[in-house]
């Protein structure tokens, strides 16, 4: 491995001023560089975000001269510690991400290594062409590193890997010189040798390159050797080492039933990790677009042997795709807001623990085609007594479970405590039909060790991942880290099956090659890395010469960390095991073309500091290695926090349950009790008393904020941004009309509690007046009970034992009169959805129970309305018969924490009125967030991904809806637009 040299900062410094892109080399992004979705953990010297070609030639020479090492990133979710490394890691994932030309007639694409694969499949839709191979992370990951580990997925079956679809690429060698690799024909190639070969001193280094390999490929030793001791043919997935067996299957090395195949160096560039060369393009092979028609049959078994012997007989009937999923990974899903949904077709064993389910995607041109499969199917199963319940499911419901197949990884974080499921042995592929039993003596060097483990993803092709549950905190864990490695390492010899199918050697499996490959192979191996890359500058310490696997792990044995005393509770764990929950999957690096909320900040920036990620490992970093005494009391975590909008997008879309919201509130009020509150933080904390005292003589502050110089000047003595526009105050507050009015009001023997928050209370005052008339006409007897604010603003400002006593007063004053049957109606999301997210974990332990049941019934207006219209007490005959059409934009906590269904069921009652879901993440306004000079432009630039142009494009005579506060400010600030609360929909419907 290539060893640093003292390189300095000054040294760094004047490598940034030859760059167009950026370097930084300071502690933070070094430390969120510093792993990736593996085992692994290496500080890097800096990091770089080339813009330009010149910027990659620029980096190159550089670490020539000062013998340091390029590290290639896209998305950074390698699972062997591909993209760890000491030298410059080079992130192209945000400037080299565009798809250069689309040749429909021909089926093929160009473009950058940073184009995410299912944002090409996209662009690609409207010619009926697709790039097949289909990781588990598509809508993160990016052709570059699909190349780079050979990627290949759930429907390996069809399409293969990335090699089979690799062309052409375009390359900077180590000498700084451009390269272009493609199909040659035979006399190409020996003309090519022949020039190079004539050229003596003077051959260029693709000279060499094209030299050595021809040297090694034409040996017959050589030949007799990669056939003897490589995976064997029938085991498709082959990721060990450098694919020299590729090349050999190629003209003129082998000739014959094989010689439509013209030698391309793009085979041994595909699953090379980056250690040959830098891509720059990449031409890759398009398929058309999947049969019409996806039906899948999840096959119910009591067993993992089960259900590989079920996938044997599913092979015959040319499925896409079959996909196992353990219990293991059901279990984790049952703890999941999102995943809990997706997981609707699982039907549980008569034990009552949940079954091993095999997805059969059998995909045809139509529906009965799919249907009279499956039934074949099933029969087959039925008769060899396989398996005990086999749902078809078509349509929306295959996305569901395909992304629950896809959230295996992320979901596995969610075991609790310091035992996780390991990414160590979990990429063998092995020949499909001696899967059963290879499975059997994998399960029995795990018994024998007292150990279990997950299974799941790809068993039609013959690859489980198989992650033994181990503690990597421990000593013992580290010795059964490296003792299974070696293990299964033998098994899969034993089977001359490949260590790794997809996921890469990187460092993880790179001591074992000599091993699987022999020691010979080995040795080729080395030789083609010294003369691709003479001065070891890319990606050292991969696939060949790699430091024992059990080296640079994220965690030190039986390493010590403080307890923490926190305000919030973590259940089953403590503060730093929920951050260590995040695995580096990446789900959070999905941009807003993928749909989704998570996460809002990185959607608008395309930084890899604005991700969940490298929030959750940033507070890792810091409260296992920080020596202060005060871990919290750190400006590194500060930094990388000051983006996350506490939208709890990362609550219900991360797979590993990281709430990086809950994180930051804790974070914040750690670090308020070391350097003290803000101002500005104290009074959005205070927002209910400051704007309970401004509401004695509203008229002087909407007088000052209606008044754009004045308002500017007020904004800007506050810190919020002076292009931002203020929520006004009413005339008079909710609760003051309510108690005008209570006498008169009508009485019923249906009645709601109306939880008055403070932005109804004192801005959205007829809001809350539609909300209870509305109530009062669909005759409910609605009651504002006596309580307090919600607490959302000190939540959000991370003032937690002020939203403490907050939360306890109010569940004192609430517990004894909430009930399903009286239950707790609230208009703002954010601060009805307070009790059922953050009081239960923050109110002090005699109260939570109480807390659990006041949370049970504190329901948004739209749930409660739409419980009700279920219940059959109102009917859509209470509505107008006017076609109307509602464009709805929901609320992030409201996403995360409920749904908006209920919403959408409510607003569709009246029977011609149309309700479509805007496909918007966060606005980016949340809470405060938005108004605060130094956020108010990437506010604005999230609200433009997604909702802006959507509302600017639709007719005065739609409806705009926005359930929160934030929202519809947002949206006006955005786009000039009213947006409406759908309390306000529905009380104009009413007839």
Known sequence: MTSLSPVSDADLSLLAQRLEGDLFYDNTMRTLYATDASAYREMPLAVAIPKSIGDLKALISYATEKKVSLVPRTAGTSLAGQVVGNGIIVDVSKNFNKILEIN???RWVRVQPGVVRDELNMALKPYGLYFGPETSTANRAMIGGMVGNNSCGSNSIVYGSTREHLLEVKAIL???????????????????????RQKNGS????????LKTDAILASPENQAEIR????????ERRNTGYALDMLLNME????????DKPFNMCSLIAGSEGTLCFLTEIKVNLVPLPPKTQGLVCVHCDTIDEALRATILTLKYGPHAVELIDEYVLECAATNVEQRKNAFFVKNKPDGKFPAILVVDLSRETKEEVEQLAADLEKEFREAGIGFHYPLLFGDDTKKIWTLRKAGLGLLGNIPGDEKAVAVIEDTAIDVYDQPEYIREFNEILKKHGMSAVHYAHAGSGELHLRPIINLKTSEGHRQFRMIAEEIADLVKKYDGSLSGE????????????KMVGKHNYQLFKDIKKVWDPNNIFNPGKIVDTAPMDTFLRYEADQKTPEFKTNFRFHDQDILQHAEQCNGSGDCRKTHLSGGTMCPSFMATRNEKDTTRARANILREMLTRSPKENRFDNKEIKEVYDLCLACKGCKGECPSNVDVAKLKMEFLQQYHDANGIPVRSWLIGNFSKMTGIASYVPWAYNLIFKNAPLRKIANTVVGFHPERTMPLLHSTTLKKWYDQRKNSAPKSARKVYLFCDEFTNYNDVEIGKTAILALEKLGYEVVIPNHGPSGRPQLSKGLLRDAKKIAEENIRLLKDIISHDTPLVGIEPSAILTFRDEYPDLVSDELVEDTKKVAQNALQFDEFIAREIELKNISKNQFTKEKRLIKLHGHCQQKAISSVIPTKKMLSLPENYTVQLIPSGC??????????????DISMQIGELVLFPTVRQ?????????????????????????????????WNALV
């Not at 493609?182 to 190079?196: M, R, T, Y």
């Not at 003897?228 to 085991?235: C, E, L």
């Not at 007719?955 to 809806?961: G, L």
Request: proline content about 6%.
């Open 174 to 196: 180590a000498d700084g010189s451009d390269a272009e690799f493609k199909k040659v024909s035979n006399g190409e190639l020996q003309s090519l040798l022949n020039k190079a």
């Open 954 to 986: 639709q007719p005065e005579e739609v409806i705009i809806a926005a359930p929160g506060t934030s929202c519809r400010h947002q949206i006006h600030d955005g786009t000039g637009r009213k947006a409406l609360h759908p309390a306000e929909i529905l």
């Open 104 to 106: 429909a007639e021909e």
């Open 503 to 514: 996921h890469g050697d990187g460092r993880l499996r790179g001591e074992f090659i000599p």
């Open 203 to 210: 051959a260029s280094l693709l000279d060499k390159i094209y």
């Open 923 to 936: 606005c980016g306004m949340a809470g405060s967030f938005g108004y605060e000079k130094e956020h108010f």
């Open 252 to 259: 003129p090395y082998t000739t014959g039933t094989d010689a």
């Open 228 to 235: 003897k001791n490589f995976p064997k043919p029938s085991v």
